[in-house]
């Protein structure tokens, strides 16, 4: 199951960077030992850490942008069939890399991914990810209603992926199985 789980894993990331999104590179996939070797990224931050840094001081303007980059990227993510699993301000970097004039989203840890293009699935994603970020970050309602306009932006069915989370938000994450 592991070896399973890495194989998935690393095919994942591939078609990630394939869609448009910056995951870290795969360098080898080490089936004997169930291992992924990565690209590190040491001019990353967490998004939960960039997220608290900047909601402290007040810089809205770059918190805004950097939420409104998540957001465009998990869309890039569903329109790609791709399920995070997992998604949460831990498993977003923020890459501020001196050249470029603003910072880059990097999505990391797929363990948990899959593929669907069911809507239910695109709205869980997002239902666990909104948990996860007003859980963390206590009054940040709005810049995850900026996330979810980059989400908009890019994703071809998003109202109808917006109304299956409006949903979801009324009956939890568990689909009910009646019928």
């Known amino acids: 199951v592991v070896s399973t789980q890495s194989t998935e894993e690393s095919r994942i990331l591939c078609k990630c960077r394939s869609l448009g999104v910056r995951?870290?590179?795969?360098?080898?996939?080490?089936?004997?030992?169930?291992?992924?070797?990565?690209?590190?990224?040491?001019?990353?931050?967490?998004?939960?850490?960039?997220?608290?840094?900047?909601?402290?001081?007040?810089?809205?303007?770059?918190?805004?942008d950097v939420c409104y980059k998540v957001g465009v990227k998990i869309g890039m993510l569903h329109n790609g069939n791709i399920i995070h699993g997992d998604l949460t301000s831990s498993n977003i970097l923020v890459a501020e890399e001196t050249e470029r004039e603003s910072p880059e989203c990097v999505v990391i840890d797929f363990g948990l991914?899959?593929?669907?293009s069911l809507q239910e699935d695109h709205g869980v994603d997002l239902y666990?990810?909104?948990?996860?970020?007003?859980?963390?970050?206590?009054?940040?309602?709005?810049?995850?209603?900026?996330?979810?306009?980059?989400?908009?932006?890019?994703?071809?069915?998003?109202?109808?992926v917006i109304s299956k989370l409006a949903e979801i938000r009324l009956r939890g994450r568990k689909r009910s199985m009646v019928g």
């Open 23 to 64: 995951t870290p590179t795969v360098y080898y996939v080490d089936h004997q030992n169930n291992t992924i070797y990565m690209e590190y990224l040491k001019e990353a931050t967490v998004l939960k850490d960039f997220i608290d840094k900047h909601m402290s001081t007040q810089n809205s303007v770059l918190l805004s």
């Open 113 to 116: 991914s899959g593929v669907s």
């Open 128 to 160: 666990v990810l909104e948990k996860a970020f007003l859980s963390t970050h206590p009054n940040s309602q709005d810049i995850f209603d900026r996330l979810l306009e980059g989400y908009c932006s890019v994703v071809n069915n998003s109202k109808s």
